[in-house]
């Protein structure tokens, strides 16, 4: 009883630890965020929205118009109608841009936690400290490595057709997951789950083919299984997915834009290209060092979440390279709606959310073999069983496997620190909160608040003035999480065409300082 007493005080230490860690990284990036400023596409779609909110400061007419936006746009250009939808109600409309971070990140945040709580803790039965511990190392490596971190956290329009979705996918993973476990609360889950459905089907493309793809296996394995009776409870949301996901891609919006995509593979040669360009981009280019120090720095809790499965369930894990294949198949096929479309792999924020799905799976893979490995330990009585649990390495699990761990983690963080340090010295942005901390402490942050600040004053000032042409200076600062793009001096520019519609001009011209 006193080495279990002294297990659970460790891992909650270890627990609390990170979610300080976690909440401190986050500081400087929130503050960063306050000086953050539309750009781009942010303009194009929420310029209804801001029309309608200008002129009657009205919530329903602003939630209209953004309606009206999904209209025109499914008709005109694309058919991502729940999407577009967000990307209408861009929080610039109300001076408030510097949200953009607090939305992503906490709906990242929310959306990791719900589900892995529900697979960790009610599924696997593992203890709460080894959940928030996993859950924190999770959200610290996606947080501080993402691939783009501009379009994942700091530019509302391309996180929001992203992002969102991305979380989206999260909750209703583990409210089927309740549904099927969980007698209790299964009207409201079923409302919740079939809500979100329908918005992940009418959401980008790469995360609607997973959702299907997700959608798909769980029928699969739960007929193999022989619990038919529980796959009647996802039929309902899997058709609220399906009517979504046809609005979306038969919508007429899409055929405008693709006659402007010059290279199209099919799809044969664009799924065997998806196959090629897993491996290049996930394990060639974003398995880095910080990569597999997260990848460390997680086999301690996966190895705790097995033991806890391991003892209150007779799964054998009889698979586990099958079990691989098949995550990098699913990995795979996130890079296949962008080939098909345009021939291209993708752009950063499509990058982030398979760069996040990617470590969902590396968490599920080593939880499988090692899952695996815990079975045929136990099988040849290489494992011993003791109060607390069971050890890999063969001794009674006690101060010493405490111990183990403690060293075990403080190498990883040394690591960490070291080699984050150095990296850190020659690049200040290859973490999001270096490169925050960097942009605040130089005075860039500070510099491009005033002169977008400014460049807003000039606009409003214009839009009353009733001025149909205008000449804005151009930004001058570009910190390297806060700038995303910006207006060309041809007035003919997309992005100036955006920009002179959201305030109504016939034209904007950008001009040199």
Sequence with gaps: ?????????????????????????????????????????????????????????????????????????????QGTFSSIFLMALQPGIWGMYGLVPFIMIG??????????????????????????????????????????KTQGFFWYNGAAHYMIPHSAVLFLCGLCIL??????????????????????????????????????????????????????????????????????????????????????PGVFKSILRSF?????????????????????????????????????????FRAPLLVVFYCYCVLSAMFTPSLFATGDVGGGRIFNIIFLDSMLYVMFSLFYCMGWLYR???????????????????KPAGCFEIKAVRWYLAGVLFFGVFFGAMYMKVNPDYFTTASAVYSLATGEASAYGQETAERERLLQEMEKNGESEIAIPRL?????????????????????????????KDAIFGMQK
């Design 376 to 394: 045929k330990l136990e099988a040849f009585r290489a494992v011993e069983k003791s109060e607390a649990g069971v050890n890999v390495f063969g």
């Design 179 to 264: 549904l099927m476990t969980e007698k209790k609360k299964r009207i409201l889950r079923l409302t919740a789950a079939c809500l979100l459905a329908f918005f992940v089907g009418g959401s980008n493309y790469v995360t609607a083919l997973i959702a299907a793809v997700l959608f798909v296996t769980a029928f699969g394995l739960l007929l193999l299984g022989k619990q038919g009776k529980k796959c009647r409870l996802l039929i309902l949301p899997f058709l609220f997915f399906v009517i979504a996901f046809l609005l979306n891609v038969l919508a007429p919006g899409n055929a405008v834009r693709q006659e402007e995509m010059l290279v199209r």
């Design 476 to 504: 001058t600062g570009h910190p390297y999480l806060l700038f995303w793009s910006d207006i060309e001096e041809d007035a003919g520019d997309w992005k100036n065409k955006s920009m002179a519609r959201y305030y109504q």
């Design 276 to 316: 090629y360009y897993c491996v290049e981009y996930v394990v060639d280019t974003w398995f880095s060092w910080p990569y597999l120090l997260f990848v460390l720095a997680l086999l301690p809790f996966v190895w705790e979440t097995v033991k806890a499965f391991g003892r209150c369930c007779a799964f054998l």
């Design 1 to 77: 009883m006193i080495t279990r007493m002294k297990t659970f005080k460790t891992e909650s230490k270890i627990a609390i630890a990170l979610v300080i860690l976690f909440v401190a990284s986050l500081l400087p990036i929130f503050w960063l965020g306050s000086y953050g400023y539309p750009s781009a596409d942010d303009y194009g779609f929420s310029a209804y929205s801001h029309i309608a909110w200008t002129s009657t400061h009205s919530i329903w007419q602003t939630i209209k118009a953004a309606g009206d936006t999904v209209i025109e746009r499914w008709y005109g250009w």
């Design 107 to 148: 709906m990242l945040t929310l959306s990791t936690l719900f589900f892995l709580y529900i697979v960790i803790v009610k599924i696997f039965q593992a203890r709460p400290a080894v959940f928030i511990g996993t859950a924190m190392l999770y959200l610290i490596f996606a947080v501080q490595c993402m691939v783009d």
